[in-house]
């Protein structure tokens, strides 16, 4: 089984930064993209960033220039770095990976279990 597990989260003032890292574990073939997803109360789940397996990225507007998406191939890992939060930055975060867990099979996309951010004074 895959299981994607995510770290960080909680409570930001307004200006301040915050970390979040998932780690994708069990067993498979390759791991393409990894991503952060997040749902706002009373909005659609909207895509944050996204890296694919050749580092290339790709952000929100929203976000631009204040978030930062890493990979860490080696452990499974992706991470976001936001800076600048605003109190709009309040949501449930989800991890995504679109992983392929035999050679031959067709990808799928795995989620992480939400972290709240909350960007509040």
């Known amino acids: 089984q895959v299981q994607l597990v995510e770290f960080g989260g909680g409570l930001v003032q307004p200006g301040g930064s915050l970390r979040l890292s998932c780690v994708a574990s069990g067993t498979f073939f390759s791991i393409n993209s990894m991503g952060w997803y997040r749902r706002a109360p009373g909005k659609e789940r909207e895509l944050v960033a996204q890296?694919?397996?050749?580092?290339?990225?790709t952000y929100a507007d929203s976000v631009k220039g204040r978030f930062t998406i890493s990979r860490d191939n080696a452990k499974n890992t992706v991470y976001l770095q936001g800076n600048s939060l605003k109190p709009e930055d309040t949501a449930v975060y989800y991890c995504?990976?679109?992983?392929?867990?035999?050679?031959?099979?067709?990808?799928?996309?795995?989620w992480g279990q939400g972290t709240q951010v909350t960007v509040s004074s």
């Open positions: 995504n990976a679109r992983i392929r867990r035999r050679r031959y099979w067709t990808e799928n996309d795995y």
């Open positions: 890296v694919f397996s050749g580092d290339t990225t």
